[in-house]
DNA sequence: GCCGTTTTCGGCCCGACTGTTTTCAGTCG
């Protein structure tokens, strides 16, 4: 596990600890916010720890917790931490993940009534002596063994791609509704997200005090919901079959867009635009922009904006923010500055360059593969089978390879209007060699170097592993170079940075492949790579018919990065594209 | 514990829903 990794860790769960320990809120909220920078950071925290203002320039870092960062570097602990965490028993912490139970409901249990376990939670419940405890009638207890059951049946957060259809589901149901006019998938759906813990839905309706009450019945009436959670006036929360909770929100369409925003979040981002809104005497919630002491009870006082979100970053004097980029992660001041990048849109990929046919695992011949790639528009595709060592999928030997490349120049004659490249996806070997020798390599129009095997040896030695594929001559870009698997496999963690710096020197593309599954690079690598000037490609990896629809999920992940379409190499004309091609191999063996 | 277009001290977003309370604390997003 990587020093960010384990920081991250230690800072969120002494948040935990603090707040269980009734601590100053404030203390409890730094403390989790410096957990989350620092699981974002891209550079190796080990590398900054050397001086303590390059740990300060961090937002969210200050003094105190970059002395405890530099403990932590230097000695692999933090004394002040171990002393606190000692307070509170192992067993109340892994409570605090259970929904609906909070750090004061947990201390009282603890405190007064020695649970410090599940097991002993669970035998409180039987026998009824949580319900003596304070602040706890038979409808929490019942309520709480629910959420347990709940709590241990669903596992992880849901992937991107399981999570979508279940929102556009629920969309076309309520979008079906006569009162409804407007209705969204909002939350970290909306902002493209990796995984997605719930499912937000926000419905616009005329008059919310006739039929707000309707809708609401409406949702929570769906044949995929299981239970239902809270069943407020304008707010509805429930557990869908699937697993997920979905939350509703209904508005009058005139606060649509107000209600867009706060719905889509992210909580940082909604409190960075609060505190905007606040500075600037003004006040910002779910139903509008207002002056700063505006009645909002009284139905004839207006805001300043609400109708749509473009006009409430309008009247904050920020430019447009797209949801993807709602991450408090320096998005108002580049919005203030008109810095903000104008992001990649599917419609600007223009060729597929990572792509299997049957002669490896795929299910579509050479043939199909182009014209699915001619219909989407794209002048190039790239045919990239897998190399020997992937014998499982049935990978290609030298010899076997030499005839494909002969069909596949064979097929881009006989096909017009879309050119085919003769490429692979070669493994990269546990020590960075290539399954192919050079001299195959060289004779290949595009090769994606992706690692397959050993995805759990040591950081040092991914590190240097990826670092000599990138450094190979003929290798074009690397193909989901962590080989994580969301939710299931964690992958190589290698010096993100290191690696970005050599992929920029050497014009060398790291891929974002827009499996659901994948997305690998991650956003926030994936941005650091742009920072730095290396170039990404966005690829689906497709072996088969509609695989190439996968292209969203990495669209989407691009834009979390903030990414541009100038920074995929995808989005290149045929003529760059071509000069990119053969530009790494000129300048490295002439 | 962080941070600065009022500030190196004194602030730190805002509202819905629930259950247990007689007016609100706790939790969530």
Not at 116 to 125: M, Q, R, V, W
Request: aromatic share 4%; proline share 3%.
């Amino acid at each position: 596990m990587s020093t960010n990794r384990k920081l991250a860790d230690e800072f969120a769960r002494m948040a935990d600890v603090l707040e269980l320990l009734g601590e100053n809120r404030f203390r409890v909220a730094a403390y989790q916010r410096a957990a989350r920078v620092l699981g974002e950071l891209a550079e190796n925290v080990e590398d900054l720890a050397g001086d303590t203002n390059d740990l300060v320039a961090i937002e969210g870092i200050g003094k105190g917790l970059a002395e405890k960062i530099i403990e932590f570097v230097e000695t692999g602990r933090i004394a002040e931490h171990a002393q606190t965490i000692k307070k509170v028993p192992k067993g109340v912490l892994e409570l605090m993940a259970i929904p609906g139970l909070g750090p004061k409901t947990l201390a009282t249990f603890w405190k007064q009534a020695d649970i410090t376990s599940l097991k002993k939670l669970k035998a409180a419940i039987k026998t009824g002596e949580l319900e003596t405890l304070p602040r706890m009638g038979k409808k929490s207890v019942e309520k709480l063994a629910k959420s347990i059951a709940f709590a241990e049946s669903a596992g992880d957060r849901v992937r991107l791609g399981e999570a979508l259809p279940v929102a556009l589901e629920i969309l076309e149901k309520m979008r079906s509704l006569k009162a409804v006019v407007k209705a969204d998938y909002a939350g970290s759906l909306r902002r493209g997200k990796e995984t997605i813990g719930d499912v937000d839905i926000l419905v616009g309706v005329a008059d919310p005090e006739k039929s707000a009450a309707a809708v609401s019945k409406a949702f929570a009436s769906m044949d995929c919901v299981q239970d239902v959670i809270a069943a407020g006036a304008t707010k509805t929360s429930v557990r869908t079959d699937k697993n997920l909770q979905a939350d509703l929100r209904v508005v009058s369409a005139d606060q649509y867009g107000a209600a867009l925003l706060y719905f889509t979040g992210s909580k940082e981002n909604n409190v960075a635009m609060r505190e905007r809104a606040i500075r600037r005497d003004l006040r910002l919630n779910e139903y509008g922009l207002w002056k700063a002491d505006a009645d909002m009870k009284n139905p004839r006082t207006h805001p300043v904006a609400a109708r749509t979100e473009a006009d409430i970053f309008k009247k904050l004097d920020l430019a447009y923010i797209e949801p993807e980029m709602r991450e408090d992660r320096g998005e108002l001041s580049a919005a203030e500055d008109g810095t903000l990048p104008d992001l990649i849109k599917l419609s600007d990929i223009k060729a597929e360059l990572h792509a299997h046919t049957v002669a490896s695992d795929g299910l579509w011949s050479i043939e199909e593969l182009a014209n699915a790639a001619k219909a989407r528009g794209f002048h190039t595709v790239a045919v990239t089978d897998h190399s020997r060592a992937q014998a499982v999928a049935n990978g290609l030997d030298e010899k076997r390879l030499i005839r494909h490349i002969e069909d596949v120049r064979a097929a881009d004659k006989k096909i017009s209007g879309i050119r085919i490249l003769a490429g692979s996806e070669v493994d990269i070997l546990s020590d960075g060699k290539m399954d192919y020798s050079d001299k195959i390599l060289s004779q290949l129009d595009l090769v994606v170097a992706s690692p397959h095997m050993a995805l759990s040896q040591d950081d040092a030695k991914a590190t240097k592993r990826l670092l000599r594929a990138i450094e190979n001559p003929y290798v074009h870009i690397i193909g989901h170079p962590t080989g994580r698997l969301i939710n299931r496999r964690a992958g190589l963690q290698p010096d993100m940075a290191k690696l970005i710096q050599a992929a920029a020197e050497t014009g060398t593309a790291l891929e974002i492949n827009a499996h659901h599954w994948r997305l690998d690079l991650r956003d926030t690598h994936a941005r650091a790579a742009i920072e730095a000037g290396a170039l990404l490609a966005i690829n689906t990896d497709a072996h088969g018919p509609g695989d190439l629809d996968h292209l969203g999920f990495g669209i989407l992940t691009a834009r979390r990065a903030w990414a541009e379409a100038k920074h995929v190499v995808n989005c290149f004309t045929a003529a760059k594209l071509k000069k990119w091609l053969t530009a790494k191999r000129q300048k490295m063996v002439g």
